[in-house]
């Protein structure tokens, strides 16, 4: 980090890291301040998940606690990148409570 400027994602990360529970995506703008939407914020998180692991050697990974539907309590498992969905496939809800990150060490 030259002359102490850190970038978005590594703000994000070093939140993550400090943090005791996994946080949301708006958690994560409010906490920092950032003028970002959630879904430049989910971008971050792609490419958190790739240079996390890569850089600490597989030491640290960034975990995603799923999306779930509040009304059925279908979980959200198969999710090819990190977002809300807008409603569920099975009772077709959009009362979704949004993923969850955090970074843990293995």
């Known amino acids: 980090m030259e002359g102490g400027f850190e970038t978005t994602r590594e703000r994000i ?10 946080l949301t995506v708006d958690e994560i703008i409010s906490m920092l301040q950032l003028n970002a939407t959630p879904r430049e914020v989910y971008e971050d998180l792609l490419h958190l998940a790739k240079s996390i692991h890569a850089k600490s050697g597989g030491s640290e990974v960034l975990l995603m606690e799923p999306p779930r539907c509040r009304k059925c309590g279908y979980v959200f498992k198969d999710l090819g990148r990190p977002r809300k969905p807008s409603r569920c496939p099975r009772c ?4 979704i409570e949004p993923p969850r990150f955090i970074i843990s060490r293995r």
């Open 13 to 22: 990360a070093r939140l993550l890291r400090e943090v005791e529970r996994p």
């Open 92 to 95: 077709k809800s959009e009362w």
